[in-house]
DNA sequence: GTGAAAGCGCTAACAA
DNA sequence: TTGTTAGCGCTTTCAC
């Protein structure tokens, strides 16, 4: 007896379909098409199943399932830092996107380095994963190739970029930057620093505040490169090396809410007002934001939203539904706050 | 010709070890071996294996070697919300501590749901996963049954709680509460109030601040619940509804952070002094608590540090190290600065 | 150190 | 609607 056989030398597996089958008095295939296509069997069959599964407390096999089906379950989402409150709402949209689905996140930090982008790229190759979600875009050349070759829907998200891989849902950066350049414009201030990144999304901020600036014939006096990290506290040292080299400096455009938050509050210990001596403007609208005095003006970007439409469209991609455009472009919004207006 | 009636029709998988095997001009097996057990092959066979490898482009499929070898590489990850902060850095800590191993996190939400974490662990089980992590500890008493039937190493992290499923690495809430119920007797406040969850580790929290309190003959005079959202704008409200049902309050204890800022920032709106008419305490210590004006005082717990320990207590367990033990207290402070201290 | 045979648990394709 | 057959791609014996 082959069945009882196996059984004997069962310890290592666990309950197996065909255990199931045996319980239920069906085939194997039966069992399969009655787990995983319940439209296709009859509803005896549904509950003879149903059964049999509960006595044995059978669980399916996966990776069995995948290898023969060829039809993984695996996302891998790639995000800079999940400490980023920023990636951590896009990446829980995202999440909620793919609620009761058949579909699994698997979670791959990149630490902003490309290597490690590449790295972690080729660790999950294996799994044949059904598609790759990028929180950012992919920036190596190495990689991208790597994903055009995979042939799986491959997501970026983020920012926004004519030539994504192929498909993308983002803020434009350049955007965000230009609104906040319109914007001390309007205000009128002369005498303006930008601090933060100067690269990759950093650079289309700062290249959309100088656009935003030059329709008003104006420019930054001042341009404070921070690659490093930028915290709050780094929003304070900043403040200070700005006041050092442009001492009447009228208003500063931060990169981030995190050092705009930082500036703030060194302004308040070195009695610095603002926003009548100095204005202050930020990029991302956390939380703090608009509960801080003054409250911070800054540019306002639904990561949430954003994660959960670019869920919803990788969803129905995976699951052959009609796609009007595999190119989204998320609003962003200027808010004006206490800390550039009086 | 069987091999080149396969090759002919091989469209769908793709380049398999075979077919390494063969341009190497060695047997599957070998090849197999080289990639992951590069130790029990010689220097030659590696180097031929390497460059077949190269010239065909070949990806492991993890999911036949996972279903041969009845290894996994996947371990579930259960986060009530990685829009926590906490969450999201004791998620980094763990995410740090596999990295370069062969594991994956996979991440799993489960929204404070009890529902939801019994369905997102009955959903990850069919990954036959090499273990599974917890920011929290398992609740439902179903799910705890299911994950010991599971006979996989179970790692709970965030409480402390004297019987874990399996392991555990976490921080005791009731002594954090113990700490701030000692700091405020110290301080001779009357008129306490505490506002912030009161189940769960909420519970645990006040059940300390009570026994803290109790040392200095003191007790809250009033308690607010909030099970809900607890945002900055929530503590703005919170406090309102405080200082309405206790107006002479002297003392707040806040569970969370969040809820603290929000109260100090609306103090200062209804121009009430911090910490001379009102003294403010949080708990988490949050990016932000030491750079607002007043500073807040409140309980530090690291939870990168603790995501850590935690990862690397697992990783060890799974690379089968000798463990000293499974279960691991946090260390947890007080940080007292000057929104309760003068 | 290397290889041959077998089968992990499941589902696609075909058949009834 | 249900069942039979075959094999997904790999690694575990076991042999040499």
Redesign the pocket.
């Known amino acids: 007896m082959k069945a009882s056989a196996?059984r004997a030398?069962?310890p290592?597996?666990?309950?197996?379909?065909?255990?199931?089958?045996r319980v239920a008095?069906?085939?194997?295939?039966?069992?399969?098409?009655?787990?995983?296509?319940p439209?296709?069997?009859?509803e005896?069959?549904?509950r003879k199943v149903a059964e049999a599964v509960a006595k044995t407390g059978?669980?399916?096999?996966?990776?069995?399932?995948?290898?023969?089906?060829?039809?993984s379950t695996l996302i891998p989402v790639f995000v800079s830092s999940i400490q980023n409150a920023h990636f951590a709402n896009a990446l829980q949209g995202a999440s909620d996107a793919f609620e009761g689905s058949r579909y699994h996140l698997v979670m791959a930090q990149t630490n902003y380095s490309d290597r490690l982008e590449q790295e972690m790229v080729d660790s999950v190759l294996p799994f044949k994963p059904a598609a790759v979600m990028f929180t950012g875009m992919v920036q190596s050349k190495g990689t991208r190739e790597t994903l055009k070759r995979l042939a799986v829907p491959v997501m970026e998200m983020w920012d926004y970029s004519p030539t994504p891989i192929d498909m993308l849902v983002g803020f434009s950066n350049a955007e965000g930057g230009r609104l906040m350049g319109e914007h001390f414009g309007q205000r009128g201030f002369r005498k303006i620093a930008y601090a933060g990144r100067t690269r990759d999304r950093g650079a289309q901020r700062l290249a959309g505040f100088q656009e935003g600036l030059a329709l008003y014939g104006s420019a930054p006096a001042l341009v404070l490169p921070m690659e490093g990290p930028r915290t709050v506290a780094d929003g304070g040292a900043a403040l200070e090396r700005i006041l050092q080299q442009l001492p009447d400096c009228e208003a500063i455009f931060f990169a981030t809410d995190s050092l705009a938050l930082g500036a703030i509050l060194r302004a308040a210990e070195l009695e610095i007002e603002v926003p009548k001596t100095l204005a202050i403007a930020g990029y991302g609208d956390l939380d703090i934001a608009r509960h801080i005095a003054p409250s911070l003006t800054t540019i306002h970007v639904g990561a949430y939203d954003m994660g959960l439409r670019a869920g919803k469209m990788l969803r129905a991609r995976l699951e052959s539904k009609e796609l009007a455009s595999t190119i989204l472009r998320c609003p962003i919004q200027l808010e004006v706050r206490t800390s550039t207006t009086p």
């Open positions: 196996r030398s069962k290592p597996g666990g309950v197996r379909l065909e255990d199931v089958a008095g069906v085939s194997p295939i039966s069992v399969s098409r009655a787990l995983g296509n439209g296709r069997v009859s005896a069959m549904r059978f669980v399916l096999n996966s990776h069995a399932s995948t290898l023969k089906s060829g039809r």
